[in-house]
């Protein structure tokens, strides 16, 4: 980053609180830009608040692939499936399937996953360094990324997943039953027989709080906060960005849309198109024990699910579901989970469930971000439709949009992240 005397500072918006939001707020208030922060709600309340808190450099592997294509049947038909397609959001969500779908043919998954590395693989160097800005390096716990198999035949499913990330140069490692003990003594030594390890990768137990230290650190760099619900974004005649909310208007030099599954109304507001819809996700938390269960995040691919060791106890976090930003949560799925917690963690069999909670992913049916400048309104950026890797991606988004403010050419090639590319 340059320095905030060679920048020129700007007045900047940046729409949305959320972890893409925060981290945008604090890499621009860096560079001397003149930041303010719009959020309806609280800093970091939203889906930014509930994830799994995973920072997973290996995540190269998108989300639509030939197997899951192949799952695609069951979306609709199975009422107890890890992911879900309502019955009643089927022909709003019709496109984006059909743009999913596209997305997962073999070609397709090589060029994305080629996109999401350069992202991915600097996920925790560029966290590092808004961390270290705003003392919240103790936030992130660089314990790696643990996925466990009942089978044999569940770790071949993996195959796709190895090849991609051997091709990025990702570095994992293939775990025994007794590796996997030695990590992790609470799991029932019946729920696996081996396991897959990314050692790279970092964990956030409490994903609000970090959304807030970055947020402080914007603060103390000048950064103000407005809590308002945004309505309407548009250049005005006197060059400047007219960011229009329920109780007033302001101009800004700039703005930056991180408004998470919220950011299609102000994309359309400008004339760009984009394919973004919300795969719903769930969390069902358990009581606090007395010592720890677990000391990193466990993911349970046969069920479609990660067992987090969170800083109020451990949560249960899972479930795909497209049905728009408006209906009401369904926890019938993910209650249903909590047997197999039992059964694979007995440590959970005595602590109550605590909350349930759902989030809204901003997903595009690629699996990449929109990280860019608008191409009908150059004052205005775009940071958002992160997907299952919002907390991953963040930081380097931040940093990228922070370039692109200041004018610098980026570290690699942003094409494949561009608004226009549906
Ligand atoms: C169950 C679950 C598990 C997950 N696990 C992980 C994980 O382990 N690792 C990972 O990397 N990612 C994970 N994710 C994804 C990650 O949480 C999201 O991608 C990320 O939180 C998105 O951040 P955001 O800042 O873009 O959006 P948000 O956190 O949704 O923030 C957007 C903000 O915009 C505000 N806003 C919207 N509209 C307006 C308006 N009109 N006016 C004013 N404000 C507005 C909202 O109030 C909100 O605060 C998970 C997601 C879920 C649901």
């Given at each position: 980053m340059t320095t905030p005397e060679k920048a020129p500072k700007r007045s900047i918006a940046v729409l949305g609180a959320g972890i893409v939001g925060a981290s945008t707020a604090l890499a621009l208030c860096a560079e001397g830009h003149a930041v303010t922060v719009i959020d309806r709600g609280e800093v970091g309340a939203g889906t930014s608040s509930g994830n799994a808190g995973g920072i997973v450099e290996g995540a190269v592997t998108p989300t639509a692939t030939p197997d899951v294509l192949r799952s695609i049947p069951s979306f609709i038909f199975n009422r107890d499936g890890a992911a879900v397609l309502r019955p009643s959001y089927a022909l709003q969500a019709l496109p984006w399937l059909l743009r999913f779908i596209a997305a997962g043919r073999p070609t397709r998954v090589a060029s994305i996953a080629a996109a999401l590395s350069p992202l991915v693989s600097r996920a925790m160097a560029s966290h590092r360094a808004l961390a270290e800005m705003s003392g919240a390096l103790d936030a992130i716990r660089p314990v790696g990324w643990l996925k466990v198999y009942g089978s044999q035949a569940a770790f071949e499913h993996t195959t796709l997943q190895r090849e991609l990330m051997t091709r990025h140069g990702v570095s994992f490692s293939l775990l025994s039953a007794q590796d996997i003990a030695e990590l992790e003594p609470n799991l029932n030594p019946d729920s696996y027989t081996c396991g897959l390890l990314?050692?790279?990768?970092?964990?956030?137990?409490?994903?609000?709080?970090?959304?807030?230290?970055?947020?402080?650190?914007?603060?103390?760099?000048?950064?103000?906060?407005?809590?308002?619900?945004?309505?309407?974004?548009?250049?005005?005649?006197a060059g400047s960005v007219a960011v229009r909310s329920e109780n007033s208007t302001r101009n800004f030099d700039a703005a930056v849309v991180a408004t998470g599954a919220w950011s299609k109304r102000f994309a359309s507001q400008l004339g760009d198109r984009v394919s973004l819809d919300t795969e719903r996700g769930y969390h069902l938390s358990f009581a606090p024990s007395n010592g720890p269960l677990l000391n990193r995040p466990v993911g349970f691919p046969e069920k479609d699910c990660v067992l987090a060791p969170m800083h109020d106890g451990i949560a249960v976090v899972s479930i795909d579901e497209l049905a728009g930003l408006e209906a009401p949560p369904n926890y019938r799925r993910i209650r249903a989970l909590a047997p197999f917690v039992h059964s694979v963690l007995p440590g959970t069999r005595s602590q109550a469930i605590q909350r349930e909670w759902m989030g809204y992913r901003p997903s595009t049916p690629d699996s990449l971000p929109v990280i860019g400048r608008s191409p009908h309104c150059d004052k205005v950026f775009y940071a958002f439709g992160h997907g299952h890797l919002g907390l991953t991606m963040a930081a380097i988004t931040a940093q990228l949009v922070a370039g692109l403010v200041a004018g610098r050419t980026a570290p690699f090639d942003l094409a494949p992240y561009r608004i226009n590319r549906f």
């Open positions: 990314q050692p790279g990768s970092g964990f956030v137990d409490h994903p609000r709080a970090l959304v807030e230290k970055y947020f402080a650190g914007a603060r103390q760099r000048g950064a103000e906060f407005v809590q308002e619900n945004v309505l309407e974004l548009r250049p005005n005649a």
